[in-house]
């Protein structure tokens, strides 16, 4: 899966300790990456339904887990975007036994840190902690899952939060351009909506709603748990079944989506936002689901396309003609689709130059691919950023949850080079056709609609909507 990269790579510890080739095997300026694998799994099922994976690892007396839930943003009502993401902050705020000041206290006073992300696929608790303290934070844990109060006065005070950052979102175009190119793209499909929901429906948030959605989308059968660090799997399975005991709601297996049969391209929306001296630019069409058989080649691909800080569009965009200071491609990968974007901004009279040339670069590798010395140049590059996703507890509990969730494989960390490595020219030519704007894709536009649309001749029907509609 993509990662995105970042800036401490200890490029040459890794290289000291690569083992010597296979004789025979030598390639001329290619080196034969090192092994990345990961920990032996211990898998077992607690009396509730929850399945556990254990792994041993390190000498630093330091545990990580993760929980991952299947209850996304994908599994809310119609009428309530945002619950998801909203009810998994909320759980944090008090269980039946510990109010928030209570659980701050007895987090903060082992040293331990607890988070929570959402998705539009997944909720995920993550928990840090010393080994010795283990057994009591992994009751905390399923405290939190188990038997969250959701007090009324914390459902208040969220809901007052959430409302202002909407409010205050309006002022960034960057998020209000996301937002936009979202609900435009996939349209009525539950991935047609932001993971925070809007201010229209988180003020219509009860007490009741939370609790609904929790005893209905949150249960053992559609969760997951993973523990890495200084902790036996005996005694993981053993505190787990203590902590989750009990467990119950939640569907039988994940609720499956409603297949992606088309997204909503071919069209330009203008979001109206008359102070802004600049455009953001969203462009956007069809891409792959998580785990699709064309996620090697394409990430190769994309990686000289715009995904890396050397790529074309980079180079021809920013570099070549001074349009921006930032510009990339990227596939987004969900459970039941996903997509292909380019993600820019420039100043407002340069709106369909931008659009020009970045689709124009776009064409050029969906034509031809990319060369050979780019695709290896792209394969070394992102064979050698791929151990950094195996580096700590946490990165390894992430990897060892996305790999089940999403159905990888079990062989999905110690393949992963080999198999981008395998990769030929002539498979970026392929997914390059499939993928890259076949058909006229989606644009969506935030900025100044009475200079801006007078340049957008010829890029298909416009709509102009205000950028209070994405409040």
Known sequence: MATRATKKTPVKKTLAKKPPAKKGTEKKGTPAPVAVTLPALHESTTSSGLKVLAAERGVLPLVAMRLVIRAGSAMEPADKHGLADFTARLMRRGTAKMSADELDETIEFVGASFSVGSSED???LFVTTPAEHFPEMLSVL???VREPSFPEREVELARERALAGFTNDLDDPSVVADRAFTRALWGTHPYGHDV???????RSFTRDDLVRFHREQMGPRVSLLSVVGAVSPEVVAREAEKAFAGWAGGPEAPVALPPVDSLATG????????????????????GFRVGHPDYFPAAAMN??????FTSRLVNEVRVERGLTYGIHSYFDMLNAGGVFGISTFTQTDKTREIIDVSLAEVA??????????????????????YPLRTETNESVASVISDIRVHGLGDDWVEKFRERLLA????????????YLFAQPPLIVLVGKASEVKK???????????PASDYE
């Open 122 to 124: 997944v909720l995920s």
């Open 142 to 144: 399923g405290q939190l």
């Open 196 to 202: 925070g929901g809007s201010s229209a429906h988180v």
């Open 267 to 286: 069209r330009v929306l203008l979001v109206d936002k008359p102070e802004q001296t600049q455009t953001q630019v969203r462009i956007g069409g069809p």
């Open 303 to 308: 990686n000289v396309l715009g995904g890396g």
């Open 364 to 385: 050029k590798v969906r034509a031809k691919g990319i060369t050979p010395a780019e695709l290896k140049k792209a394969q070394r590059y992102l064979a050698g950023l």
């Open 423 to 434: 990769v030929k020219a002539k498979e970026t030519v392929e997914v390059a056709a499939k």
């Open 455 to 465: 340049q957008l001749t010829g890029l298909g029907p416009v709509t102009v909507v």
